[in-house]
């Protein structure tokens, strides 16, 4: 392949402030001399393999994971080609450092460790503003945006201003992972307030300082936002971010056809469970049809995974009423059927009527948690409800009770979050179980065996999607084309060729597999008439999309 050659306008000290045509001490004497870097630099000139050794060293000798997040986030400030050549290199130590469970702590420490501006901080205050705003941006062309409110962020609720975490590694993901350009990546926070009573007493929060916004006066910002974006804009693919349970479901939904946009939240975290639910059916030879599935937190992530399952019970043969039957979710008054109050939208489906409880024990004030397992007798449990340990012993055990491989997923993350670990879900099954969780676990030893822990983490989707969806030019992310993306991640399970492997691939071939799933997504979207770029252009349409980080030759313009 011939040698890129980019020429600069910029020279000296603003090449070297500028990290995405930054090479640091990479930079050859010949461009030194041209560019105006000589001595603004170490006299040594270094490999690339010398700087990400050098690179590895420095992440490797910090002691927690914070730091360790600190000393990435400053390499992607200083050399954002060096940081990307370095992931790539190292992408399963990286990922816990750069997403989950990391970027947790950094949110909740955001207002102390804040040290490079990335993105747009768009305040309520600022409504009217929003086109100067976006001006302010020297970016003309932005595939991807990121955004997010702070109010949920992971299991962790509200964290304000320290959402902005969220946007900047989700979209660090899309180009680690999908290919897509950082430059054309772009971080956003909408600030309206936070109901953190901690940050609003800290004198150093950066964000607004007061309790949220609600009702309509935070509907007339959305807006707002939505109108800039898309005069900005107009082809721009938006992934809504860790907004709360009253906001998450009611956005995507009103504006999934007016902008190209899904919610991770609730889209993505449901096709990443799905992908696992299929490879866990392929190695207990079961169908999807057959399932009975508890849910354990009736969210936006609960109600999305439910969705998620049904689609996929009615494409293989049921009836949406029949699939909707064999989804019990349980909140935090039990479980939702004809007797519980205040129920959502989105958990209407779901609500179990007097008819399809008939046989069990009579109790019209309250189901508990137990009482839908002991009953129910679910193949398959799943937890989104962000209460560690709320999966006892008690409950394990009854799932093993009534099948020889019972599907059980604690995905509340970070870590503190996770209703159970692996751990306790081998020995209270006697290694029978099939499970995969939301934040990483080391494998876990048992009467003589190593099981291989499955993280469902949503980076084996979302920039798969965005992709496919970016390589079709498609003007709406169907729930089909979320389908076909579980679908086509469940056809690379370890765990289909050995039952003590891990349900998901290896991180190492992410890249890979975000490929095949945009070919799939795109595909999708061809069929169901959503896609500007026909079939036959669809392999084209993606490649064109994908950027590998690399060091070009540069010259004085």
């Excluded at 209407?348 to 399809?356: A, G, K, L, Q, Y």
């Amino acid at each position: 392949m011939e040698e890129e050659v980019v020429k600069l306008h910029k020279t000296g000290a603003e090449i070297l402030n500028t990290p995405l045509i930054n090479k640091g001490t990479g930079f050859t004497d010949k461009e030194r001399d041209q560019l105006g870097l000589t001595g603004l630099l170490p006299p040594k000139v270094s490999s690339l393999e010398q700087q990400i050794k050098r690179s590895y060293l420095n992440f490797s000798e910090k002691k927690t994971p914070l730091e360790k997040y600190d000393s990435l986030a400053a390499l992607l400030s200083r050399n954002e080609l060096l940081f990307y050549q370095f992931a790539s290199r190292y992408p399963s130590e990286i990922l816990p450092f750069i997403y989950t469970p990391t970027v947790g702590d950094a949110a909740m420490h955001y207002s102390r460790i804040y040290f490079h501006q990335r993105g747009l901080y768009l305040s309520h205050h600022l409504k009217d503003r929003l086109d100067e705003i976006f001006e302010n941006y020297n970016h003309d062309e932005i595939d991807v945006i990121v955004v997010t409110d702070g109010e949920r962020i992971l299991g962790l609720g509200d964290q304000g201003i320290g959402g902005m975490t969220i946007p900047i590694g989700k979209l660090s993901l899309y180009t680690l992972f999908a290919g897509i350009h950082p430059a054309r990546t772009l971080p956003i926070i909408l600030d309206v307030g936070t109901n953190n009573q901690t940050l609003l007493n800290d004198e150093l929060y950066l964000g607004c300082n007061h309790t949220r916004l609600t009702g309509s006066a935070y509907d007339d910002f959305l807006e707002k936002f939505i109108r800039a974006v898309r005069r900005r804009y107009p082809k721009v693919l938006l992934q809504w971010e860790d907004f709360g349970k009253s906001n998450a479901r009611r956005i995507l939904d009103k504006y999934r056809d007016q902008i190209l946009s899904f919610n991770d939240d609730i889209q993505g975290t449901a096709a990443v469970t799905l992908g696992a639910l299929f490879s866990a059916l392929r190695i207990s030879n079961q169908t999807i049809v057959d399932q009975k599935v508890v849910i354990l937190g009736g969210g936006s992530a609960g109600t999305g995974i439910a969705d998620a399952i049904v689609s996929a019970m009615v494409a293989d043969g049921l009836s949406y009423d029949e699939a909707c039957k064999r989804i019990y979710i349980v909140d935090v008054e039990g479980l939702i059927y004809f007797g519980t109050k205040n129920i959502t939208k989105a958990q209407e489906p779901f609500v179990h009527t007097r008819e399809t409880l008939s046989s069990w024990p009579s109790n019209s004030e309250h189901i508990s948690f137990l009482d839908v397992i002991t009953n129910a007798k679910p193949t398959a449990l799943i937890g989104v409800c962000a209460q560690g340990g709320a999966f006892t012993q008690e409950i394990i055990e009854e799932m093993a009770k009534h099948h020889e491989r019972p599907i059980i997923f604690p995905l509340s993350n970070p870590t503190l979050k996770a209703e159970c670990t692996p751990e306790q879900i081998v020995e209270w099954t006697k290694g029978k179980a099939i499970f995969a969780t939301g934040s990483p676990f080391p494998p876990v030893e048992y009467e003589g065996k190593t099981y291989m822990v499955s993280q469902c983490n949503n980076v084996y989707i979302f920039p798969g999607i965005g992709l496919g969806a970016l390589g079709a030019s498609a003007e709406k992310i169907t729930d089909g084309m979320f389908l076909e993306a579980a679908r086509t991640l469940a056809k690379f399970s370890p765990a289909l060729n050995d039952p003590t492997a891990s349900l998901f691939p290896p991180i190492d071939q992410v890249r890979k597999i975000s490929k095949e799933i945009a070919r799939a997504v795109a595909k999708k979207a061809c069929e169901e008439k959503v896609a500007k770029c026909p079939l036959s252009k669809i392999d084209q349409g993606i490649e064109k999309n994908i950027w590998d980080p690399h060091y070009p030759k540069y010259r004085k313009a």
